[in-house]
C-alpha cells in the first residue's frame, strides 16, 4: 500500500522561499500509471492543484503557480519536492502530496493516495 509524507518547515518568512518533500513508501515515482502531486488547502478555501511529475521527470504547473513554483525529485530518495518563491501569507495553507490517476487529478481527496497533509504558515 501506497504511503506519502510530507515533511518541511511549518513556518515560512514572507518574501522567502517555501519547501516541502514529500517521501514515498509502496511505489516508485517512476511508476508512469500516476501524477505526483502537490495540492493546498488555503484556511476556509477549497484545494488548489498546484502541479505534478511523472515517471520521466517531467512537470506541469497550474497557472496561477507556474510562474514562482518547482517541483523535482530524488530518485534515489524515493522523494520529490516543491519550492515556492516569494511567498506571501495568502500562501499560508495545509499543504498535500498525492499519487493520483491522470483521470483523478482535479477531483478531491476522494480520489488517489494523499499525505497527512503539513501547516505551512507564512508570517514575519
Known amino acids: 500500500q501506497v504511503q506519502l509524507q510530507e515533511s518541511g518547515p511549518g513556518l515560512v518568512k514572507p518574501s522567502q522561499t517555501l519547501s516541502l518533500t514529500c517521501t514515498v513508501s509502496?511505489?516508485?515515482?517512476?511508476?508512469?500509471?500516476?501524477?505526483w502531486s502537490w495540492i493546498r488547502q488555503p484556511p476556509g478555501k477549497g484545494l488548489e492543484w498546484i502541479g505534478y511529475?511523472?515517471?520521466?521527470?517531467?512537470?506541469t504547473y497550474s497557472p496561477s503557480f507556474k510562474s514562482r513554483t518547482s517541483i523535482s525529485r530524488d530518485t534515489f530518495k524515493n522523494q520529490f519536492t516543491l519550492q515556492m518563491s516569494s511567498v506571501t501569507p495568502e500562501d499560508t495553507a495545509v499543504y498535500y502530496c498525492?499519487?493520483?490517476?491522470?483521470?483523478?487529478?482535479?477531483?478531491?481527496?476522494?480520489?488517489?493516495?494523499w499525505g497527512q497533509g503539513t501547516q505551512v504558515t507564512v508570517s514575519s
Open positions: 509502496g511505489d516508485s515515482i517512476r511508476n508512469k500509471y500516476y501524477y
Open positions: 511529475t511523472v515517471y520521466s521527470g517531467s512537470t
Open positions: 498525492a499519487r493520483v490517476s491522470p483521470d483523478d487529478y482535479g477531483l478531491g481527496k476522494l480520489r488517489g493516495s
